[in-house]
């Protein structure tokens, strides 16, 4: 797919994740188009949580317990601003700590437990008539025979998570 051979290789051009690029054992990408600047798409991805999202997230912890892994913070707070998306590299938005940013071109962040390193990162790319194209990109990596079994598990509700969320930031759903 030639939006995934993109977003990679804009990915390995950003030093603070090309090594977890390189390692991956799973990356997948989700491309939707807006007209909100990077960090309004990001507080918007990051800043809904409708309730099916937090019943998913209840069921993740069940998981990881049973799993011995652990389940922190939700990925962000309930309501999100803008000026609230850190873009400094070891800022924190929920269990995600800010890895590389560039406005309106890049945010990567990664979250690293025992079992699996996962980066999110969203890359925005202006379109001539002032849309933006938005790839959402999740990298993991396996750590533990833990993480393959685990992200297996939940990998068809984090297509649907990501790509929800994705979605309604693009239509500028929860922007301030």
């Known amino acids: 797919m030639a939006g995934e051979r993109e977003a990679l290789a804009a990915l390995q051009r950003i030093a603070a994740v090309a090594g977890v690029v390189a390692d991956a054992d799973h990356v997948d990408v989700h491309r939707v188009r807006g007209q909100a ?31 011995g892994l652990r389940h922190g913070a939700a990925a962000g707070p309930e309501s999100m601003k803008p000026e609230d998306v850190p873009m400094t590299p070891g800022g924190k938005l929920g269990f995600f700590t800010v890895l590389a940013a560039e406005p309106d071109a890049y945010w990567a962040a990664g979250a690293t437990d025992r079992h699996l390193r996962a980066v999110l990162a969203v890359l925005a790319v202006p379109e001539p008539d002032g849309r933006v194209v ?17 992200f297996n598990l939940i990998r068809p509700f984090h297509h649907l998570v990501v790509w929800r969320m994705a979605k309604r930031a693009a239509r500028g759903r929860n922007i301030p």
Do not use: E, I, N, S
């Open 134 to 150: 938005y790839d959402v990109v999740t990298v993991v990596v396996y750590k533990h025979w833990t993480g393959p079994v685990y």
């Open 37 to 67: 600047g990077l960090r309004q798409f990001v507080a918007a991805m990051f800043g809904d949580r409708p309730t099916w999202l937090r019943a998913l997230y209840r069921l993740r912890g069940l998981l990881a317990r049973l799993l």
